[in-house]
């Protein structure tokens, strides 16, 4: 599975011109960047509702952005919080989808020249 899924990214880039495509992706960029250390630390604090709502909200921002391997590990992420007791993240599934975070970031970053995030010191928010 892909980081980027480039069939999506042409595409979605058919839609608009290169100035407005470029800004759309930074704001993923710092949505994600900004949102994902908040979703891991509704994690850490067991606040497992609102870990629920900001892994559906960034799955949805970022799986039609074709972020494939993040949306996924999104979609687990939800899916055992929905479940009654919610089935809980492990620690190598936290690990993992930290990873992908990073990787995700540095992918958006690299693909489109996208200026780092003020606060991106480039290390794990676990």
Sequence with gaps: METLNASVLRELKTFMNTDEFIGFMDEAHQKL?????ALLGCIAEKKWDEARRLAHRLKGTLGSLGCDKL???LHSLEEGLRQTPPLLPQAQDMAELDLTI????????QAYALEPAATDKSTSWL
Excluded: E, I
Aim: neutral net charge; hydrophobic residues 45%.
């Design 71 to 73: 949306f996924s590990a």
């Design 33 to 37: 960047h900004q949102q994902a250390p």
């Design 102 to 109: 990073q990787a995700t970031l540095q992918a958006l970053q």
